[in-house]
């Protein structure tokens, strides 16, 4: 069964930093796309980043790619989300998606983490 | 960017009833070289992460009742209930996956129970 698990948020203040982390199991983590996907409370989603199975390939949103880095480490299962100078606006759950394919082409996300919460105040 | 509009943002249909969404895409999503539209539908309930019912337009994912279709090509697509029940009752979002990311959504389309 496919297990996705967002770690790493919380409160952070307004011009800090986190990294968020999705633990994978169930899979084979290094033959997958991934994606972080986020959803500002009660507004709609919004697509954050992708990265193909072997990190060569990354995406973003062009609104957040100056301030966002995604990577992951194959060896441990696990993707990241970096996120700096971080604003009230970007307080949002953070999910974790996993793709059907490993280079971002032909590639749709059927499995869901359940997300992290970052709060962005002071 | 492809923008990706849905509409209603908000529609209540009778139990038993059939509830159409639509999405319309700024860009064709047809591939022409394998006739494959890339667009997925999503359902999401309250406190809990989306679920993917559709993709390539139209195929339903596996344990998605049959009461869900997902029609249209190129640029104008829809999610059909054809009869509403009960826990149907949720926001349900287009996104496209064509090409290289950013794979955009739709706005969201909240579904009640009129």
């Known amino acids: 069964e496919v297990q996705l698990v967002e770690s790493g948020g919380g409160l952070v203040q307004p011009g800090g930093s986190l990294r968020l982390s999705c633990s994978a199991s169930g899979f084979t983590f290094s033959s997958y796309t991934m994606q972080w996907v986020r959803q500002a409370p009660g507004k709609g989603l919004e697509y954050v980043s992708t990265?193909?199975?072997?990190?060569?390939?990354?995406y973003y949103a062009d609104s957040l790619k100056d301030r966002f880095t995604i990577s992951r480490d194959n060896s441990k299962n696990t993707l990241y989300l970096q996120v700096s100078s971080l604003r009230p606006d970007d307080t949002a759950v953070y999910y974790c998606?996993?793709?059907?394919?490993?280079?971002?082409?032909?590639?749709?996300?059927?499995?869901w983490g359940q997300g992290t919460l970052v709060t962005v105040s002071s | 960017d492809i923008v990706m509009t849905q509409s209603p943002d908000s529609l209540a249909v009778s139990l038993g009833e059939r509830a159409t969404i639509n999405c319309k895409s700024s860009?064709?999503?047809?591939?022409?070289?394998?006739?494959?539209?890339?667009l997925a539908w999503y359902q999401q309930k309250p406190g809990q992460p989306p679920k993917l019912l559709i993709y390539?337009?139209?195929t339903r994912e596996s344990g998605v009742p049959e009461r869900f279709s997902g029609g249209g090509s190129g640029t104008d697509f829809t999610l059909t209930i054809s009869r509403l029940q009960a826990e149907d009752v949720a926001v349900y979002y287009c996104q496209h996956y064509y090409s290289t990311p950013p794979y955009t959504f739709g706005q969201g389309t909240k579904l009640e129970i009129k």
């Open positions: 998606v996993k793709g059907v394919s490993s280079a971002a082409v032909d590639d749709y996300f059927p499995h």
């Open positions: 390539w337009a139209s």
């Open positions: 860009r064709t999503l047809l591939y022409s070289s394998n006739n494959k539209n890339y």
């Open positions: 990265i193909s199975s072997h990190g060569g390939g990354t």
